[in-house]
């Protein structure tokens, strides 16, 4: 009698075992699994070239200490010629052409191409402005200098689908910057970044 007991509980427990296993089973093909895929964006800095980035490229166009704008947001917004900068150049690495007055109050302005991939949205069938950025550092000779500043966006338009184009401006927060006699500056740096 005793032995009949102990088969009868282990086959008890092997038949609760194997059920276990057959119900497992059943709901691993019945269940799907969540997946989940973790997106990682990050701000990636843009090589500049010069004037023209090349065929497709996101990229620099041109650089201008223009004059002071009281009303950047409307001025900016269409292209700038170089006949009414006090200096411009289309290349990141070098003397500008032309000289600022001093006691004359300017803003430094940077035109940029970016592309469909780097911002058009193909999903939501528009330009996200806020996939782009700029960035500016100035040293000053005799007043404080702008270290790596956020400059200021204004698109001046789009080719359909395959480009926009923008100005990035710095204005000192709206009363532009002003050298004195004999000052000098040096942009030393100047960055575009895209979200990716």
């Known amino acids: ?31 799907q699994p969540v997946v989940e895929e973790n997106i990682r964006s990050q701000w990636v800095q843009q090589a500049l070239g ?4 090349g065929a497709g490229n996101t990229g620099f166009m041109y650089i201008m200490v223009y004059p002071h704008s009281a009303d950047p947001g409307t001025d900016y917004a269409s292209n700038l010629t170089n006949s009414s900068a006090y200096e411009y150049s289309d290349s990141t690495d070098c003397e500008l052409t032309g000289e600022t007055p001093h006691s004359t109050a300017v803003d430094f302005v940077v035109k940029v191409r970016i592309n469909n991939t780097d911002g058009y949205n193909t999903t939501g069938s528009t330009w996200e402005d806020s996939w782009v950025r700029a960035n500016m550092s100035i040293d000053f000779d005799y007043i404080s200098d702008e270290s790596d500043t956020a400059m200021t966006e204004v698109a001046i338009g789009n080719a359909g689908t395959t480009y926009k184009w923008y100005h990035y401006y710095l204005n000192n927060g709206g009363s532009g910057y002003t050298i004195g006699k004999g000052e000098t500056f040096n942009i030393t740096s100047h960055t575009l970044d895209i979200w990716e």
């Open 1 to 31: 009698m005793k032995n009949k007991k102990i088969l009868l509980g282990a086959g008890m427990a092997t038949a609760i075992v194997c059920g276990l296993i057959a119900g497992m089973m059943v709901l691993s093909f019945g269940v």
């Open 50 to 53: 010069d004037a023209d980035p």
